[in-house]
């Protein structure tokens, strides 16, 4: 496996340093720059390619925000994952981050482990969208009569390979599939085997998070428990409907991007998925059922 190239953008030379002693033992390749200017001019060069851009706010010149605009308005390089290091933390500062596409945040001072699990959680979650994307094109001719059905699926890998089939469906099969995968995923975690958002944020610092998924899995009382995905199409749209055999979450405190967990390396996706990937997102009490919505694409009609 090539090893993950990282631009570090930072006018401190001493926090390069600091980043740099960090991540040497994590095995990447590591590209440091000191200013907004160098970044973007490293970035705009037709053949370069970095799996993700830790950025500092701060930065006199061209600052971390207008760095990340020019990221996510660039069609070659608004799919890598940024992770934004700061100290400005208020709420206001922390939605303007997430507006221009920060999903990530990093707060300074930070410690070697905080970078380190936010790092592996932003480069899993591209790794996994990644994955789905490569996959849409093999299955899209075998989708082309499918115009309502129900799926059922129990593990993590079942829920990113139903996600990409389906996606198929949207006018814009790679972030549908992102949008998909996000719930359904939820709907296993959280749904049927309990993990809460403080205790998955835990499992990911430690990395042990994907062991824990497949133990309780494994238990007596998780054996039967499924997610159900029924897919139906109307005139104009299609309708998903994603409903997992637990009890139930509060749902609300999850629809919007919340600055108190901006710097956790979990609690984004049903936001970033609402706000990407449907027409509309709706649960349904007691939160074990959501509701979603894409127009339909005519030429698979």
């Known amino acids: 496996m090539s090893k993950a190239k990282i631009l570090v953008v930072d006018d401190e030379p001493f926090n390069l340093d600091i980043v740099g002693e960090?991540?040497?033992?994590?095995?990447?390749?590591?590209v440091m720059v000191d200013s907004g200017e160098a970044a973007w001019e490293v970035l705009s060069q037709p053949d370069s390619h970095f799996d993700l851009v830790l950025?500092?706010?701060?930065?006199p010149g061209m600052d971390g925000i207008?760095?990340?605009?020019?990221?996510?308005?660039?069609?070659?390089?608004?799919?890598?994952?940024?992770?934004?290091?700061?100290?400005?933390?208020?709420?206001?500062?922390?939605?303007?981050?997430?507006?221009?596409?920060?999903?990530?945040?990093?707060t300074k001072p930070f410690?070697?482990?905080?970078?380190?699990?936010?790092i592996r959680s932003a480069l899993d979650d591209m790794r996994v969208r990644r994955e789905l994307t490569a996959s849409l094109a093999e299955q899209a001719q075998a989708f082309r009569c499918i115009k309502e059905g129900e799926f059922r699926i129990r593990t993590l890998e079942e829920a990113r390979v139903l996600a990409s089939f389906i996606a198929l469906l949207g006018p814009q099969p790679d972030t549908l599939?992102?949008?998909?995968?996000?719930?359904?995923?939820?709907?296993?975690?959280?749904g049927n085997l309990g993990i809460e958002f403080a205790e998955k944020s835990r499992l990911r610092e430690t990395d042990c998070w994907e062991e824990e998924i497949t133990r309780r899995l494994?238990?007596?009382?998780?054996?039967?428990?499924?997610?159900?995905?029924?897919?139906?199409?109307?005139?104009?749209?299609?309708?998903?409907?994603?409903?997992?055999?637990?009890?139930?979450?509060?749902?609300?405190?999850?629809?919007?991007f919340d600055p108190e967990r901006a710097f956790a390396p979990n609690g984004r996706g049903i936001a970033l998925?609402?706000?990407?990937?449907?027409?509309?997102l709706t649960y349904l009490p007691p939160g074990n059922q959501v509701v979603v919505t894409v127009p339909k694409v005519q030429d698979l009609a």
């Not at 308005?73 to 709420?91: F, K, N």
């Not at 998925?273 to 509309?280: E, K």
Request: negative net charge; glycine residues 8%.
């Open 55 to 59: 950025l500092d706010r701060m930065m």
């Open 177 to 190: 599939a992102m949008g998909l995968s996000e719930l359904l995923v939820n709907g296993v975690e959280h």
């Open 273 to 280: 998925s609402r706000q990407l990937a449907f027409a509309s």
């Open 111 to 118: 410690e070697g482990e905080a970078l380190q699990t936010i």
């Open 218 to 256: 494994a238990l007596p009382e998780n054996r039967d428990k499924v997610v159900r995905l029924r897919v139906r199409c109307d005139e104009s749209r299609w309708v998903f409907e994603i409903r997992d055999d637990g009890e139930g979450f509060d749902w609300r405190q999850f629809l919007d």
């Open 66 to 106: 207008s760095v990340l605009r020019k990221i996510k308005g660039d069609e070659r390089l608004r799919s890598t994952p940024v992770i934004m290091q700061t100290a400005a933390t208020s709420p206001e500062q922390v939605r303007e981050g997430l507006a221009a596409g920060a999903y990530y945040y990093l």
């Open 22 to 30: 960090y991540l040497d033992e994590m095995g990447f390749d590591l």
